[in-house]
């Protein structure tokens, strides 16, 4: 696989504040990257040293192959970002926008820009003074995806949206990377990332807690399970069975959590004559909140 986006302990100070250290990162062409964190955790630091619109104080990045400081000019040609405070001009119309940052990559393929404002329901004629925040938002949207770039770098892109229109957006961010784009998408909103990203790096105070896909991060999570027997279930029951990590037996009932697979549990469960049983999956928002409070 060819690498889009390389860091190799890319560190940022501002005095004795350590916004990002040590981070060493590969994100892949056509893959959607999910990198989550609270406010503070360095994801928009990040992003800044990619685009060059800051310095590192140590350590380098390469975005499409290119060395983010010797030849940033060349990568914003080639990638679209959508930062979290994008600057719009207020007495231009959105068409009159999206064509000044058209013609500054060299112009614009106004059909698919049409096709864009028709999905996300934009209304272009309108001046950007005008626009509440949520349509000021799908503008940046379309601005970054009217160039059909080989990368988007979008940092929190649905910020105001409501729920049609994010699954709108999330559908977008599927098809560009199903043509060989790559997304590298930072987010609060957990679910929106656990819908496109292939992988996601979680970063807590800086430092990268861990990258890994989304399949594997919940497959190594703790699930709960429960389980419903025909009679009471003695003291116990599930004890010492592989992977349970926790066992509340109650009457016929036994609440378990546990990781890896579940073979153990059911075998030792047909000794008791179930009745029912349901298992409760983990979510990323579960796996965030474990990984960043340090509880994996």
Not at 26 to 44: D, R, S
Not at 121 to 135: F, I, M, P, Q, T
Request: glycine share 10%; net charge negative.
């Amino acid at each position: 696989m060819v690498a889009a986006i390389v860091t190799d302990k890319l560190t940022k100070h501002y005095g004795a504040v350590r916004a990002l250290e040590d981070l060493d990162l590969e994100i892949f062409e056509g893959e959607v990257f999910g990198y989550l964190g609270p406010n503070g955790a360095g994801k928009t630091t990040t992003i800044r040293l990619l685009m060059d619109l800051i310095r590192p104080t140590s350590g380098t990045a390469t975005v499409l192959g290119l060395d983010s400081r010797t030849d940033s000019i060349e990568i914003r040609r080639q990638v679209s970002y959508l930062p979290g405070d994008l600057s719009m001009y207020e007495n231009l119309t959105g068409r009159e926008l999206l064509g000044y940052f058209g013609n500054l990559r060299g112009g614009l393929d106004w059909a698919w820009v049409g096709e864009l404002a028709e999905r996300f329901d934009a209304n272009l004629a309108r001046k950007v003074g005008e626009y509440s925040s949520g349509n000021r938002q799908k503008l940046g949207i379309l601005q970054a995806f009217m160039s059909r770039p080989r990368l988007y770098i979008l940092d929190e892109p649905s910020t105001g949206l409501d729920p049609l229109v994010q699954q709108e957006f999330q559908a977008l961010v599927r098809e560009v990377a199903a043509e060989g784009s790559t997304v590298f998408l930072s987010s609060h909103t957990l679910s929106e990332v656990e819908r496109v990203a292939d992988r996601v790096g979680i970063i807590r105070e800086g430092r990268m807690a861990i990258v890994e896909r989304v399949e594997s991060l919940k497959q190594r999570a703790i699930r709960r399970i429960d389980i419903r027997c025909a009679h009471d279930l003695p003291d116990g029951a599930f004890d010492g069975v592989l992977g349970v990590q926790s066992a509340e037996v109650e009457g016929p009932v036994a609440r378990l959590t546990f990781e890896g697979t579940v073979e153990g549990i059911l075998a030792r469960a047909t000794q008791y004559e179930v009745v029912n049983l349901a298992t409760l999956e983990a979510d990323l928002e579960e796996i965030f909140l474990a990984y960043y409070h340090g509880n994996t």
